[in-house]
């Protein structure tokens, strides 16, 4: 596994930290993504993007499985990432359903350690690891 940069993860996290949730843009899929480009030059699933909206509106999940070859949001990423079952590493992906979830199911985010960065209204809010359900790391 490649290690993350994680000075660029903090950089990136600062740069964002009161950004507010805007969809395609700062977005939980979007928020991720960039973390990953920032830490590895490549986002954990660039081909995603643009596919989860249509006219601005965000698809509903019977359209996104078929879309994503997936029966949920955890296979789909598990098509892309490694899934773990130990603390997550800085700069992980996690996921969480105690932050806005709305039609997935869970709120994406990413491991600073002993918390884990999700998307809030106004900019990012920091939740203890503990509440996070699943965590993956870059592949090979």
């Known amino acids: 596994m490649?290690?993350?940069?994680?000075?660029a993860l903090n950089n990136y996290v600062n740069e964002v930290r009161d950004r507010p949730f805007q969809w395609h843009v700062n977005d939980c899929f979007?928020?991720?993504?960039?973390?990953?480009?920032?830490m590895y030059g490549?986002?954990?699933?660039?081909d995603w993007i643009g596919k989860y909206m249509t006219n601005g509106l965000y698809l509903k999940?019977?359209?996104?499985?078929r879309i994503f070859n997936a029966k949920s949001l955890i296979d789909a990423i598990d098509q892309k990432l490694t899934r773990?079952?130990?603390?997550?590493?800085?700069?992980?992906?996690?996921?969480?359903?105690?932050?806005?979830?709305?039609?997935i199911g869970e709120a994406l985010g990413i491991s600073m350690?002993?918390?884990?960065?999700?998307?809030?209204?106004?900019?990012?809010?920091?939740m203890p690891i503990e509440n996070i359900s699943n965590a993956w790391v870059k592949n090979g």
């Open 2 to 7: 490649a290690d993350p940069n994680i000075d």
């Open 30 to 38: 979007m928020f991720t993504n960039t973390a990953f480009q920032r």
């Open 42 to 46: 490549a986002g954990w699933a660039d």
């Open 61 to 65: 999940r019977d359209a996104l499985r």
């Open 84 to 103: 773990i079952s130990y603390v997550p590493p800085r700069g992980a992906l996690i996921t969480t359903k105690g932050a806005k979830t709305w039609v």
């Open 113 to 126: 350690g002993s918390s884990g960065a999700f998307l809030g209204d106004k900019g990012l809010i920091f």
